[in-house]
């Protein structure tokens, strides 16, 4: 059975309300790489997990999307959970390996991007010498500038009897996201590094302590 990815982002925050600690860690994981290069091989686990308990408990994982489920069939699932750990920690695991490996993959790039701009900085052209940084900063005061002027001082001069529409908010959401989730965190990747891959580590070894001290 193939599961949808927008399925898998509202089963974790449901599992997670009625205590299934192990379960929502995993559709938590899986839903964060649901835009990933990797979906399909995520999806290809999760969907492992949900036949495997639709074969034992009847229950289709859009029912509980949709929080359809009866206190018979929580408990069910619960039972599930506890029988099926094994499983479910292989699954997470597996998604983990993913998501280091994606790390990796982008750490390679900064460091890429990094040996590029050592070259730069040993050229004669002062253009192509500062351009990294100029850019940088241009980023950087856009986005401070945007947020200072394009909206403080929006919602400080507009008319309380004129509200600021829906639509120029969600305009406005969409820029300073760009901004900060794309321009303004890969310059500070670029300079300053990243801990993704150290997290994703720590997620691992996570896990394999979860798997060994259920097998103790």
């Known amino acids: 059975m193939a599961v949808m990815t927008t399925v898998i ?7 997670a309300q009625r205590g299934f600690d192990i379960l ?14 990797a979906e399909g091989v995520v999806k290809k686990q999760i969907d492992r997990v949900a036949q495997k308990i639709e074969d034992k408990t009847g229950i289709k994982l859009d029912d509980i999307a949709d929080d359809k489920l009866t ?6 699932l619960k039972e ?9 920690l292989n699954v997470r695991k597996h998604l983990a390996d993913i998501e280091l490996e994606s790390d990796k993959a982008h750490l390679a790039d900064l460091q890429s991007a990094r040996t590029a ?3 730069r900085d040993a050229n004669d052209d002062q253009f192509v010498r500062r351009f990294t940084y100029w850019y940088a900063y241009l980023i950087t005061f856009i986005t401070f500038g945007f947020i200072i002027f ?29 901004l ?27 896990i394999q302590q979860m798997m060994g001290g259920k097998k103790s």
């Open 71 to 76: 206190e018979e069939q929580w408990r069910q």
């Open 117 to 119: 701009g050592i070259s």
């Open 150 to 178: 394009g909206i403080v001082f929006t919602v400080m001069f507009n008319d309380q009897n004129n509200p600021i529409p829906v639509q120029t908010w969600q305009i406005i959401n969409t820029v300073i996201g760009f």
């Open 24 to 37: 929502s860690g995993l559709f938590s994981s899986a839903a964060k790489k649901g835009g990933d290069l």
């Open 180 to 206: 900060l989730g794309v321009g303004l965190a890969a310059i500070i990747q670029y300079y300053y590094g990243s801990s993704m891959g150290s997290k994703s580590k720590d997620r691992a070894m996570e």
């Open 80 to 88: 599930f959970e506890l029988q099926e750990q094994e499983l479910i």
């Open 9 to 15: 982002g509202a089963i974790a925050p449901k599992l």
